[in-house]
């Protein structure tokens, strides 16, 4: 792992648990056992910071949902199953995320880049889903819109509620609801 490898997975933990707000880099770096200087030299900027947090932790999630739908032989299936994962880790990271695309939705500077990877980075491999399920790519790209809704909301009432029973009943009735292809 690089430095900055190690900082970044630091600085994931640390936003999941403090949050971002005005957080400097001097505060994040004194946090972190390093100084602001060493987080410019490595992101850039606070901005380059909260971009990479956002960056590594969908990645991550990318990567899962990649891994479930290479090992399972119904997407759907699949689909449940990072469900529960993603609902396992929403309480460290849903108010991470929700905090910075709340940030970015009012433009302010340090988060406005993160618009486009908020909106569009989960498009291709929800789609995906879809498509391993036999939908002609149109019609698996709108789904992919409509469950990634679903999914977000359903995050942010876990998030707030903290009821993952009602949340997963949520998440098994709406797939339930998606058409088979």
Request: no cysteine.
């Amino acid at each position: 792992m690089t430095a900055r490898e190690g900082l970044l997975s630091r600085a994931v933990d640390w936003f999941a648990d403090h949050g971002v707000g005005d957080t400097s880099l001097r505060t994040l770096g004194a946090g972190l056992g390093t100084s602001h200087r060493m987080l410019l030299y490595h992101f850039g900027s606070r901005e380059g910071l909260l971009t990479a947090v956002v960056e590594y932790v969908e990645r991550r999630e990318r990567d899962l949902l990649t891994r479930l739908l290479a090992s399972a032989d119904d997407p759907y299936e699949a689909g449940m199953r990072f469900w529960s994962q993603v609902a396992e880790t929403s309480e460290t990271f849903a108010p991470l995320y929700f905090e910075l695309a709340g940030q970015a939705m009012q433009g302010q500077p340090h988060a406005v880049s993160l618009r486009d990877w908020l909106a569009e980075g989960w498009a291709d491999p929800l789609a995906a889903l879809f498509v391993a399920a036999g939908h002609p790519r149109a019609r698996a790209t709108r789904l992919a819109r409509m469950s990634l809704a679903m999914a977000r909301g359903l995050l942010f009432d876990l998030a707030i509620t903290g009821d993952r029973a009602a949340a997963d009943r949520a998440m098994t009735e709406f797939v339930d609801l998606l058409p088979r292809a």
